[in-house]
């Protein structure tokens, strides 16, 4: 029986030390993150990877990772929520002996942007409302239907009866790395989105503009 105690306990502070180890890389990806996406902006990172200790240190493998951000601020645009996917996560190992934790490689990602109402109407300089699926365009009083899709350039188009098209520029970051190849409207927001097959260099490179700078 106390082979069985202790063997549980041991397993015990094996887990504990799994889960702090996976806090702490989160954590460094957040800080990151925020560095990047401006002073009022929030981040979440979330690690899917168990054990996450093991894996790390034999293979580099962290799994997927999800990083949520809120009110990300770019020179001509606010996102009001950036999300970024990446599955098959690899750490640079070398750096994790130093107290760094910085992505390596990924298999695939996705990165998606969201706009409310408020974002849409400052890019376009007209009222806007998001509601019950659609987009709706105030001009000269009156509302009228605007429906948004990504354009071969990578920007978002609002397209409205009699107007010209609405371009909406979608600025490429440290963090939105990629060009739009599809746009949605849900839950009371426009959400553009991209694939990437590479790292967003804000998780690639943070730490070595942090030392320079």
């Known amino acids: 029986m106390k082979k069985y105690i202790l063997l549980g306990v041991f397993l015990a502070l094996l887990g504990g ?25 929030s981040a979440t990172a979330d690690i899917d990877s168990f054990p996450f200790i093991g894996k790390l240190l034999a293979f580099g493998d962290a799994g997927d990772l999800e990083l949520r951000l809120r009110d990300v601020q770019s020179q001509s645009l606010k996102f009001s929520r950036v999300s970024i996917t990446l599955d098959d996560v690899t750490l640079e190992r070398s750096k994790l002996f130093g107290g760094e934790a910085e992505v390596r490689s990924i298999n695939k990602g996705t990165i998606t942007m969201g706009f409310t109402a408020a974002d849409l109407g400052a890019a376009i300089k007209m009222p806007v409302e998001i509601s019950g699926g659609r987009v709706t365009v105030t001009v000269r009083g009156q509302a009228v239907s605007a429906v948004p899709e990504a354009t071969a350039e990578g920007s978002v188009r609002l397209t ?54």
Do not use: F, H, Y
């Open 17 to 41: 030390a799994d889960v702090m180890a996976k806090g702490w890389a989160e954590s460094q990806i957040e800080s990151r993150a925020r560095a990047e996406a401006g002073a009022s902006a």
């Open 160 to 213: 409205v009866a009699g107007l010209p098209s609405l371009n909406v520029p979608i600025p490429r970051t440290r963090l939105v790395s990629c060009s739009v190849d599809k746009v949605e409207v849900e839950d009371g927001e426009l959400r553009a989105s991209c694939t990437i097959e590479e790292i967003p260099p804000a998780l690639l490179r943070a730490a070595q503009a942090q030392r320079a700078g």
